[in-house]
């Protein structure tokens, strides 16, 4: 997930995301298809169906992060374009830090907390594990009723990756294309030529040795390969194998180009990656404190042009103190199909099951996607006070003396990619990777598949557990894999884990017989 320059810098993505209590009935018809169409440019909004109650409603809004300064206020803006496009609804940021994030969301879900919406990060934890705990409401219903513009923009594959059984929980963000960050790596090419190291690497072993030529020379504590720990696969560093392509989920299930569902664990693929992480571990290219290190901190790092895995979205921040700061993104073996694995987007937004008014998310994701200055009073404040409109799809923010502005909220959250711009001074570079969506690209046999635990619930909970907590050290390098991956396995056994594979196996193999994949 990238981000936009907030007040309190870069967000981060891999972090966890929230679960809810008690499922509605209500929404109950099939995923929408879709036809192709863009949104609406003009200043004046699409007509948006309205709810048959006359009442104010509330659209509460749950995210992660730190409140800007001047949330209040845009949200009272927000609230007031709503009502003057006919639509009787009052809009509320809900800010949580993203070190309570567990806490809070979890307080939320065992009191029966009233709100509409919720930030979902769906590499983190998936819709469909809300949806197996009861907090999230289906919505197809309400699409039907509520959502003509966004059947329209979002295409009928990025509504199957967040359905769940035929069902939608979530509406889909689907702001950009991940098939290129997820399939290449991004490094600083600056420092690859200063020394004299190739940027076209055969593998990841040479890719980690010309980072530690880096880090021998630079003499900079801080510059290193930061990975934040997460269930998400480092696919960009597996394209060598001779399997490539194939899927990962929840770092549990391995699925074959072919269709073929073993235990990720138990895999080569996975005995690679964990090689690749302890060869970096060793070169001293990882932080020894990788798996508690602050995912804030990583982030700040990655702002600062401190991560060796550099993030373009990062690059116009980084050129304030670093203007000769250059990024290279280059896929091992090229010649193979690009892939964002079962993850064609990242992030969703589910519509809470304790919402006494759950139609009033889908209500208002239709209006916001129905009208460019709806999306850009959501993502930027109030134009004129909080940011400029610098045309061909950019934006200027308007900061303090100290360079920060008093409102952003970033694209990942909600935006859509027909809506969002990029700062002014952006570099060319980024364009691409922000704007287009990649075609080409291979489509995983596991989108539209949403593996259901319920069945298993108590073995698949005890997995996820048992992963943070014995294979994690191993998969980041911190313990070698011949040291301490028998034990872990014979953990993960323990917890059920034949078990759960088997059901995902059973559930994958009748969806694809179910449509003929």
């Not at 690497?201 to 290193?224: G, H, V």
Request: with cysteine.
């Amino acid at each position: 997930m990238k981000l936009k320059k907030t007040a309190a810098l870069f967000l981060a993505l891999a972090l966890t995301a929230a679960a809810f209590a008690g499922c509605s009935g209500a929404g109950e018809s099939q995923a929408p298809g879709n036809s192709s169409s863009t949104p609406a440019s003009s200043t004046e909004s699409q007509p948006v169906s309205e709810p048959v109650n006359d009442e104010e409603m509330l659209c509460r809004y749950v995210v992660p992060g730190t409140e800007p300064d001047d949330s209040a206020e845009v949200d009272a803006a927000i609230t007031e374009k709503l009502k003057a496009d006919g639509i009787n609804m009052k809009f509320e940021h809900i800010y949580i830090p993203w070190d309570a994030w567990d806490q809070k969301v979890n307080l939320k879900m065992t009191t029966g907390d009233e709100f509409e919406l919720i930030h979902i990060m769906e590499d983190v934890a998936s819709t469909s594990s809300y949806v197996a705990k009861g907090g999230l409401a289906p919505i197809n219903d309400y699409l039907d009723q509520y959502g003509d513009t966004l059947k329209k923009i979002i295409p009928e594959n990025i509504w199957q990756a967040v359905a769940v059984n035929g069902k939608n929980y979530s509406v889909p963000v689907y702001y950009r294309d991940f098939a290129a960050s997820s399939s290449k790596v991004s490094f600083p090419k600056h420092l690859f030529e200063k020394y004299n190291l190739s940027t076209e690497p055969k593998d990841s072993y040479e890719l980690i040795d010309s980072f530690a030529t880096i880090l021998e020379n630079e003499n900079d504590p801080d510059l290193r390969l930061w990975e934040k720990v997460n269930n998400s696969t480092s696919y960009m560093h597996l394209r060598h194998l001779d399997s490539w392509p194939f899927t990962v989920v929840d770092n549990l299930f391995y699925v074959s180009n072919e269709g073929d569902v073993r235990p990720w664990l138990e895999t080569e693929e996975f005995q690679e990656e964990c090689k690749i992480f302890r060869y970096a571990y060793e070169k001293g290219v990882i932080h020894p404190d990788i798996l508690t290190y602050p995912h804030e901190k990583i982030s700040q790092f990655t702002e600062n042009g401190k991560n060796l895995v550099a993030d373009l979205y990062a690059l116009e921040s980084i050129r304030k103190t670093q203007p000769d700061y250059e990024i290279e993104m280059y896929a091992i073996e090229p010649e193979k199909p690009l892939s964002a694995g079962d993850y064609p987007i990242m992030n969703a937004n589910g519509i809470s099951s304790t919402s006494p008014n759950p139609e009033a998310g889908v209500i208002f994701f239709n209006w916001l996607y129905s009208d460019q200055a709806n999306s850009d009073l959501l993502n930027f404040g109030i134009e004129g006070k909080h940011w400029k409109d610098a045309g061909d799809r950019r934006y200027e923010a308007i900061t303090d003396e100290d360079g920060l502005s008093a409102y952003t909220f970033g694209d990942w959250e909600m935006g859509h990619k027909d809506l969002v711009r990029l700062p002014i001074g952006s570099p060319a570079e980024l364009a691409p990777l922000a704007l287009e969506m990649n075609a080409d690209a291979w489509v995983s046999n596991v989108v539209g598949f949403k593996f259901d635990p319920d069945s298993v619930s108590a073995e698949y909970a005890a997995c996820i557990a048992e992963i943070q907590s014995s294979v994690y050290p191993i998969r980041y390098g911190v313990v070698p894999y011949e040291d301490g991956y028998e034990k872990a396995l014979e953990a993960m056994k323990v917890a059920g884990y034949d078990k759960v594979v088997e059901e995902y196996r059973t559930q994958f193999e009748a969806w694809r017989k179910q449509n003929n994949k």
